[in-house]
């Protein structure tokens, strides 16, 4: 079976200012990750993927993820962040392997950018 | 490209009672994915359809309630002798072709409260 760690469940900043939402999963075969967005009262955007190669993976909005095998982290970064990035994001993983397809979700951080 | 559509977007109904909720994915997606997210919550994963059949169905999934997709396109989730502890946010999601890398496109989720 799959878990995702959200270590953070809110997270305040300032506008422009650097962020770093963090993601740790546990998994006993090799994963797909994801970070999805969901804005108020909508469904969830995926903002980037990491399935193999680099690993740094750059998404949508200037968001980007680092994977780290040997720590099992996909943490979420973006060095500057706009009010419009106020959002809960999502760290989930899906198994390589095994025949299903469906994600296992984070519990979700609430990013909240202050003027 | 419309993106995936749930109807209806929010439902107010008294314990006891059923509800159904439906769902056109992107057209030509050949998987369809039924979550659930509940306040504080990731969405959790609760059956998903490749065309008219159904893969897999999480424990979530009670005998209460039932999902088709009886033509391979849209979709439809109901429940039965609705409880309290069933309102939630329910998700539908599509993606195309088969493996656990591709990108699922979520609705903007049908809300329940039961009364």
């Known amino acids: 079976a799959q878990s995702v760690t959200q270590l953070d469940s809110q997270v305040p900043v300032f506008e422009e200012a650097p962020v770093e939402l963090r993601c740790n999963y546990s998994?006993?075969?090799?994963?797909?990750l994801f970070w999805y967005v969901q804005y108020p009262n909508q469904g969830l955007q995926l903002l980037l993927k990491?399935?193999?190669?680099?690993?740094l993976v750059k998404g949508i909005n200037g968001f980007e993820a680092e994977f780290n095998k040997s720590q099992t982290s996909f943490h979420l970064r973006k060095p500057s962040v706009h009010i419009s990035d106020t959002a809960e994001y999502f760290c989930?993983?899906?198994?390589?392997?095994?025949?299903?397809?469906?994600?296992?979700f984070g519990k979700g951080t609430k990013l909240t950018v202050n003027p | 490209d419309t993106g995936v559509s749930q109807d209806p977007r929010h439902k107010i109904t008294k314990r006891g009672q059923n509800v159904t909720f439906r769902c056109d994915p992107i057209?030509?997606?050949?998987?369809l994915y039924w979550y659930r997210q509940t306040l504080g919550q990731g969405p959790e994963f609760l059956t998903y359809f490749q065309n008219e059949a159904q893969l897999e169905k999480s424990r979530l999934l009670s005998d209460r309630f039932s999902a088709e997709r009886p033509k391979g396109s849209f979709s439809t989730l109901e429940i039965q002798r609705t409880e309290q502890g069933d309102s939630a946010m329910y998700l539908c999601a599509s993606s195309v072709g088969r493996g656990a890398g591709n990108t699922i496109y979520f609705g903007e989720g049908s809300w329940l409260t039961v009364v």
């Open positions: 998994s006993s075969v090799s994963v797909y």
């Open positions: 990491y399935l193999s190669g680099s690993t």
């Open positions: 057209s030509e997606h050949n998987r």
């Open positions: 989930a993983v899906n198994p390589l392997q095994g025949g299903s397809e469906k994600l296992v």
